[in-house]
């Protein structure tokens, strides 16, 4: 089946420092989402790409789809301690329909204060 | 808005027992999906419906799982007998022409 590599695993950084995690896929992808997840909740969607080579931005989030569109890229300036939870990567399953997504592994990000 | 709303939050039951997890999408989505998430496997989807029709169940683990989408504000999970291995969070999740997904808050199943 498809296949979401999402690195690293886990990250454990100081309040204000930057963080970066990048996905990568086994097949092109035409839509690349980002989302976490709070402990105990369910994920939230965070940031979408829809176009190779696009950057986009929320607040201290920056995300990019890759230009070979197999892979992205999510970058958080200055942590704090709410950046803490877990954040996937997603895509169209098969490259095809947005509706039916997959789900990387999760980046388990924790903040230092 | 009130956003999809799982229940129950969690669930402890024996082996063997039926277990069923409700869900209501957000009013207007068109495409409801059940996904579980364990530390090992990360967030499976089971199945998604399209207009309350299932359309892709092939992630449904076996037998023992179905799903139901009755109407439009409306899904259940069902797992009949569960097993321990069945313990994880279920997630429900709805969207709107493709749109990223809104997900629930889960519901934690234990199976003892």
């Known amino acids: 089946g498809q296949q979401l590599n999402q690195s690293p695993q886990s990250m454990f950084i100081q309040e204000g420092e930057d963080v970066s995690m990048n996905c990568t896929s086994s097949s092109i992808f035409n839509t690349w989402l980002w989302y976490k997840q709070d402990p105990g909740e369910g994920p939230v969607l965070l940031i979408a790409?829809?176009?190779?080579?696009e950057l986009t931005s929320n607040g201290r989030l920056t995300a990019q789809f890759g230009i070979t569109r197999k892979d992205s890229f999510l970058n958080i300036s200055a942590s704090i301690p709410s950046d803490v939870g877990i954040y996937f990567c997603?895509?169209?399953?098969?490259?095809?329909?947005?509706?039916?997504?997959?789900f990387g592994k999760g980046t388990l990000l924790t903040v230092n204060p | 808005d009130a956003g999809v709303i799982q229940s129950p939050r969690h669930e402890v039951t024996e082996m063997g027992q039926e277990v069923t997890l409700r869900c209501k999408p957000i009013?207007?989505?068109?495409?409801l999906f059940w996904y579980r998430q364990t530390m090992m496997r990360g967030l499976e989807l089971l199945i998604y419906?399209?207009?309350?029709?299932?359309?892709?169940d092939s992630g449904m683990p076996e037998d023992r799982f179905s799903a139901k989408m009755p109407n439009a504000s409306f899904s259940t999970l069902k797992i009949q007998p569960s097993e321990p291995r069945d313990s994880a969070v279920y997630f429900c999740?709805?969207?709107?022409?493709?749109?990223?997904?809104?997900f629930g808050s889960g519901t934690r199943l234990t199976v003892v």
């Open positions: 999740a709805s969207t709107r022409l493709g749109q990223g997904y809104t």
């Open positions: 997603a895509g169209p399953y098969s490259g095809g329909s947005n509706y039916k997504l997959t």
């Open positions: 419906f399209n207009n309350n029709v299932p359309i892709d």
């Open positions: 790409l829809y176009k190779a080579g």
């Open positions: 009013s207007g989505h068109n495409s």
